[in-house]
Nanobody, 125 residues
Framework: QVQLVESGGGLVQAGGSLTLSCAAS????????MGWFRQAPGKEREFVAA???????YYADSVKGRFTISRDNAKITLVLQMNSLKPEDTAVYYC???????????????????WGQGTQVTVSS
């Protein structure tokens, strides 16, 4: 079993920055993809970013150039650095992990079997 715990959410003004972290425990995540998804009120959960164990990164077009995903395989920690935040980035952000057999699957939340509880990010205008 895998446990994922997010931290680092909060309230920030537009143009500001936040760093989200996700600590994993419970079993080895060797070979697992790890990713971030977000869900705003009244909207479906959407892909934000993902990273393979080898460090290959994937980003949603809406965050490309502003967000950076990284992972520490030794500490099994996932980080999302968010810069130039916009009000439309406001959402609950979730950490996720799973074995992903194909890279074209990484942006689909249904391919992730392990989820954190989420952390709220609010960007004021």
């Amino acid at each position: 079993q895998v446990q994922l715990v997010e931290s680092g959410g909060g309230l920030v003004q537009a143009g500001g920055s936040l760093t989200l972290s996700c600590a994993a425990s419970g079993r080895t995540l060797v070979g697992y993809f790890m990713g971030w998804f977000r869900q705003a009120p009244g909207k479906e959960r959407e892909f934000v970013a993902a990273i393979s164990r080898g460090g290959t990164t994937y980003y949603a077009d809406s965050v490309k150039g502003r967000f950076t995903i990284s992972r520490d395989n030794a500490k099994i920690t996932l980080v999302l650095q968010m810069n130039s935040l916009k009000p439309e980035d406001t959402a609950v952000y979730y950490c996720a992990a799973n074995m992903i057999p194909r890279t074209d699957y990484v942006a689909n939340s249904r391919n992730y079997g392990y989820w954190g509880q989420g952390t709220q990010v609010t960007v004021s205008s």
